[in-house]
Structure formats: C-alpha cells, structure tokens
C-alpha cells in the first residue's frame, strides 16, 4: 500500500510540472499587412536572440499560403525573451526570394516591427522586440515591402 502511495505522490509531482511548464508557454502573433497578391508563398522565420538572427538560426518557421491583404502566424515559444522575425512574398514559388543584379528584392519581403532596411538588411535592433515574463501573446505588426 505505501509503494502505491508513493507512485500516486510521485505521479502528481510530474504532472504538478507539466502543467507549470505548459502554463509559460506564450504565443507569438505575428501580423502581414499589405500583401498584393495571392500568388505564392510566405516564409517567415522566428529568431531568439542576436546570436540566433546573425548566424541565420531560426528557431521556429512557417510557410503560408499568400492572401491579399493580411495574414496572421501564430507561432509557439516557451521562453520569455528577445525575438525577432524576418519573412519574404514568395510570389513565383520558387522557395527563394528573387532580387536583382544590384541584390534588391523583386519579391515582398519584411521584418517584425516593420522595420525598414537602409542599403542591406535591417539590423536586429531594429527588429528585436520582447516575449516579457507572464504574458500569454504577444502581437507584432509589419507591412510588407515591395
């Protein structure tokens, strides 16, 4: 009877666990606007930190079929902390974003908090944003660039 006991006691601390680990999880809404066409693909990418978006590891992405107007990602993320988002309008899907003989883009392209590149990407400054303790979603709006 006691080792019974002990498993029922044992068992109810995993789950005690489990659910404080599931209740930090936070939800990432990221918002496209301007979208011109529903030719394609979006990709959009999710980075955690500086170290994550300069070496181009991307901790979570998503590919979404284009729509006119707006769309909505919804990504997933455990740790509250800093993030940043980059995507692009994969019009011709060809699964890479086309640019000219200068390295402009043809294609849509984008970053979170609608920040605009000056003479190459934008910096991750200006894209970071924060996943603060305790929330549960975090919105984050952008207008694609054509």
Known sequence: MKKRTFNLVALAMVMG???SFASEAKDIEFQIQGINSNKG??????????EGYK??????????????GEAKIMFSVIEAGEYAIRFFH???????????????????YGYSNSAKPNFGPATYQQIKFNVPTGAQKVVNKTQVIY
């Open 17 to 19: 666990n489990l659910h």
């Open 41 to 50: 693909k979006l990709y959009v990418q999710l980075f955690k930190g500086q």
């Open 55 to 68: 070496n181009g590891q991307a901790v979570n992405a998503s590919i979404v079929n284009a729509q006119k």
């Open 90 to 108: 994969d019009e011709n899907d060809n699964g890479k974003l086309e640019t000219n003989m200068f390295g402009m883009p043809t294609e849509g």
